[in-house]
């Protein structure tokens, strides 16, 4: 079975809401990822985490906070959500730093 | 700037043929590349990683070559087969002590045509 499952796996927001992506791993890792897929620009981290109660900025976190209340899960919140936010999201986790990811099956957040 | 960089955004070869995917990045401190196969609508897998302590690594069809001073490591697929075509993605990352990110490239498109 899945071992990193996102919810929703597709949501369609309004310009200005609040948006929470969810993001829960079984494989017992510490590192855990946010990513967001644009054409062109292939995967974009947001932000990770490496212990529960600790985040980190990625390279484009502007927009977007994150939060890890335990080892299993990691969410992405838009505060308020604008258009240029429209992409695909992923969340990942990994048991080491730098090593392999093991990805969710991604959620397409359309914001309109 | 982009740490990673993928400078071909397509790729087209025949069946049979040798597939070279290459990707660059600026850090020197990278010490893990990695290249990861995408389909449409699915997530990233990993296909094949190395440490920067070899400069080649093999699996099946597959090799990684890299080339740290040149700050470049690249994937040949050979024998290509229709079910290779999907998007490949490039990774490179380090350990920071407790913290670490790998950093992906913009990805290129392999279409190998039968």
């Known amino acids: 079975e899945a071992a990193v499952t996102q919810s929703p796996r597709s949501k369609v927001a309004v310009t200005g809401g609040k948006v929470t992506l969810s993001c829960h791993q079984t494989?017992?890792?510490?590192?855990m990822y946010w990513y967001r897929q644009d054409t062109g620009h292939g995967l974009r981290l947001i932000h990770y985490s490496y212990v529960a109660d600790s985040t980190e900025k990625g390279d484009i976190p502007d927009g977007y906070k994150a939060s890890r209340p335990s080892q299993e899960n990691f969410s992405l919140i838009l505060e308020l959500a604008s258009l240029s936010q429209t992409a695909v999201y992923f969340c990942?986790?990994?048991?080491?730093?730098?090593?392999?990811?093991?990805f969710g099956e991604g959620s397409k957040l359309t914001v309109l | 700037g982009q740490q990673v960089k993928q400078s071909s955004p397509s790729l087209t070869v025949q069946e049979g043929g040798i597939s070279i995917l290459n990707c660059d990045y600026e850090n020197d401190m990278f010490d893990y590349f990695a290249w990861y196969k995408k389909y449409p609508d699915n997530s990233p897998t990993l296909l094949i990683s190395v440490r920067s302590n070899v400069d080649k690594r093999e699996d099946g069809r597959l090799t990684v070559f890299l080339n740290k001073s040149g700050k470049h490591f690249s994937l040949h697929i050979t024998a290509s087969q229709p079910e290779d075509t999907a998007v490949y993605l490039c990774a490179a990352g380090e350990n920071q002590g407790g913290s670490a990110k790998l950093i992906f490239g913009e990805g290129t498109k392999l279409t190998v045509s039968s």
């Open positions: 990942a986790s990994s048991d080491a730093g730098g090593g392999q990811l093991y």
């Open positions: 494989n017992n890792h510490d590192y």
